[in-house]
């Protein structure tokens, strides 16, 4: 029973300390999944290194993910991007 207890209030703890950290790695497991709210979420992380390292080439690849699923954001976000040379190859149409 204790130990029951105790594994709430530490889950509440670290989620306290490091909510940066745990919503990135909650919206990446989305991401992965294929929500587009999810992938836009984590490019926007990668993008700003909030709870995670700066990675431009990342956000974009995350923006594109969810841009293919017609997410708004996503797309101005990528062109944006393409416009400030942070992507990679844009052949695909």
Sequence with gaps: ???AMIVPVLLLLYILLCYENFHFHV???YAHL???NAQHIVGQRYLQGAGVEKNEEMAMHW???AAEQGHPHS???LA???LKNMTMSFDKG
Excluded: C, T
């Design 34 to 36: 294929g929500y587009p």
């Design 27 to 29: 919206a990446h497991m």
């Design 75 to 77: 797309s101005f976000n």
């Design 80 to 82: 944006v991007g393409k």
């Design 63 to 65: 923006f594109r993910e």
């Design 1 to 3: 029973q204790l130990l």
